[in-house]
């Protein structure tokens, strides 16, 4: 039984900063490459932040680049996702996301499990 579930967001003003986590129930979690999408109202789910199987290596979105930081424990089963200057264009459901292929087939969709999702605010 696989299970991601994320926590951390809310309501923050413009500037300010959240840190989510996702804790991951996958049976070997170092296995999998993890990564962060979201979803603004009317608009189609888009890649954010992905990191590799060992924490090595991360792709961003141009869009999040110097502001947000993926990282990850393996010993705890979760990722982070720490998220900085925020904007109300950062306004989205942040879904974390896990699959074993590598990271830039996860950055560009290939996703095989996907949690419920939490909500992200920025108020100007």
């Known amino acids: 039984q696989v299970q991601l579930v994320e926590s951390g967001g809310g309501l923050v003003q413009a500037g300010g900063s959240l840190r989510l986590s996702c804790a991951a129930s996958?049976?070997?979690?170092?296995?999998?490459?993890m990564g962060w999408f979201r979803q603004a109202p009317g608009k189609e789910r888009e890649f954010v932040a992905v990191?590799?199987?060992?924490?090595?290596?991360?792709i961003y979105a141009d869009s999040v680049k110097g502001r947000f930081t993926i990282s990850r424990d393996n010993a705890k089963n979760t990722v982070f996702l720490q998220m900085n200057s925020l904007n109300p264009e950062d306004t989205a459901v942040y879904y974390c996301?896990?699959?074993?292929?590598?990271?830039?087939?996860?950055?560009?969709?290939?996703?095989?499990?996907w949690g419920q999702g939490t909500q992200v605010t920025v108020s100007s």
């Open positions: 996301a896990a699959d074993t292929a590598p990271p830039r087939s996860v950055a560009n969709g290939r996703v095989g499990y």
């Open positions: 990191i590799s199987w060992s924490g090595g290596s991360t």
């Open positions: 996958l049976r070997t979690f170092s296995n999998y490459c």
